[in-house]
């Protein structure tokens, strides 16, 4: 079973990103988990573009949604919304499709009391009117400075509620016909 994650934040020591590549590291076998790290090389979404000839990298991004099985997504919370990263990188899939019916896991990091629920209800918006399988699962992380070191969660309650993020994901794949 194949799951794809990426981070909305592109900051060298980011919460979120520190939340994707923990994620991979707790998927066991049969479970596969591909950190995607290119976000910050997307250029911005432009309709005429992406009708003529979407780039290469574009086409790269939306081949490894396609293949996943589930994806998580981890996000910053900034002056309430996502990041404009994040948010230009769902706009290049809506036209193609790669996330209708998928399931789609929301995490959102913050170092405030709220865990970026503003962020993840602008998140899952997006992803529900692109068709994405948003799954109930999905999790805040307040005050998340404390719970993450050397890039990765290292708090033990985050950690099991990220492994309940990802049990999740599996049983909504396997219901959507994944094999293990
Ligand atoms: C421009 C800007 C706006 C921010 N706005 C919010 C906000 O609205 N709510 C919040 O909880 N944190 C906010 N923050 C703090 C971010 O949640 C914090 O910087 C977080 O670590 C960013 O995610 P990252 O660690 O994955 O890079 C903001 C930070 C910046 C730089």
């Known amino acids: 079973m194949k799951f794809v994650a990426f981070s909305g934040s592109l900051r060298t020591k980011s919460l979120n990103t520190a939340v994707v590549r923990t994620a991979a590291e707790l998927c066991l076998p049969p479970v596969s988990m591909t950190v995607y790290e290119g976000l910050g090389d997307l250029p911005f979404f432009n309709q005429d573009v992406e009708s003529e000839c979407p780039p290469p990298g574009v086409l790269a991004f939306r081949a490894l949604l396609e293949s996943a099985d589930a994806v998580l ?5 900034y002056a309430h919304g996502t990041s404009g990263v994040l948010k230009n990188a769902l706009e290049w899939v809506v036209g193609g499709g790669e996330l209708v019916g998928k399931p789609v896991a929301v995490v959102t990091a913050s170092p405030s009391m709220t865990g970026g629920d503003r962020a993840q ?5 997006t992803l529900e009117v692109m068709g994405a399988n948003v799954l109930p699962e999905s999790l805040p992380i307040p005050l998340a400075s404390a719970k993450v070191a050397d890039g990765r969660v290292t ?4 950690r099991d509620a ?9 049983r909504a794949a396997k219901e959507q016909g994944a094999e293990d």
């Open 155 to 158: 708090d033990e309650d985050t």
């Open 73 to 77: 997504i981890s996000s910053p919370e």
């Open 121 to 125: 209800a602008w998140v899952k918006e």
């Open 162 to 170: 990220l492994k309940e993020v990802l049990a999740a994901m599996a």
